[in-house]
């Protein structure tokens, strides 16, 4: 898809992991890119580097998306660079996961900081432009679990859970001139997940997801691509499961 060459994408948390990837990628295909992050500055740097030498340009721009005046002054950078935002992915996540009984209040509102009040913040702000321009798209990045749940993860999963409802609402009021979708993912092979999960869970979750893996990055970031493009032009306000089958049970 070559309908990205010159757009301007912001893509938060993209400093490592699936951010990163879906920020690369984006890049790779032409686009202008705003990568954010709060503390992986060396991978934010590689990132703009990486996108640059596959001939998009790219910044770093670091912002805690849960200050509005970071997040002000990161759109105003992305804007000056580049011109307006054309993509917003919500990326940036955060886990900290504990006994529901014993979880402080602190945990759960820096979770609920950053992966509810952040994508709140900068879809505004970025919206607000969008509205005012020629419209735009922006991708959520969701869990499964916010449909079923998960142990010792009830801030990680109610913050998830209120970003999809988020994702509804602003498409109700953004339409028709920008799109708003998400993706809820299952388990994406990286290192993270192989650090948080012992060999013995990942081989039964593999065997009880229908395609009998678990998803890539390069996979995960394909299918942002996908949502911000005109192929899905018709399609808003939803939060749709991505994780092989996992959990249509």
């Given amino acids: 898809m070559t309908e990205f060459r010159g757009k301007t994408i912001l893509v938060t948390g993209a400093g490592r992991g699936i951010g990163r990837q879906i920020a690369e990628d984006f890049g790779a295909q032409g686009a202008n890119v705003c990568v954010n992050y709060a503390r ?18 790219a910044i770093a721009c ?10 002000k002054s990161m ?40 992966n509810l009040k952040g994508p709140f913040l900068v879809s505004q702000t970025v919206a607000g432009d969008m509205m005012a321009g020629e419209g735009g798209v922006i991708v959520n990045i969701s869990a499964n679990t916010t449909f079923y749940g998960r142990l010792n993860a009830a801030n990680h999963c109610s913050a998830r859970a209120g970003l999809n409802m988020l994702t509804k609402c602003m498409a109700l009021e953004l339409g028709p001139k920008v799109r708003v979708n998400g993706i ?18 990942l081989t039964r979750v593999t065997e009880d997801t229908p395609m009998k893996r678990m998803t890539t990055y390069a996979e995960t970031a394909a299918f942002v ?18 994780d092989g089958g996992l959990k249509m049970r």
């Fill in 75 to 114: 759109v105003d950078a992305t804007v000056a660079a580049f011109g307006p935002i054309d993509v917003l992915v919500n990326n940036a996540g955060l886990s900290i996961d504990g006994p529901f009984l014993e979880m402080t209040e602190a945990d759960w509102d820096r979770v609920q900081d950053v």
């Fill in 40 to 57: 992986s500055a060396e991978g934010a740097e590689q990132a703009v580097s990486q996108i640059g030498g596959a001939g998009g340009k």
């Fill in 62 to 71: 670091k912002a805690d998306i849960a200050d509005s005046d970071a997040v």
């Fill in 184 to 201: 809820a993912l299952g388990f994406v092979d990286s290192p993270l997940v192989r650090e948080l999960y012992t060999d013995e869970q």
């Fill in 225 to 242: 691509r996908l949502l911000a493009s005109e192929s899905t032009s018709f399609v808003t306000g939803q939060t749709i499961v991505f």
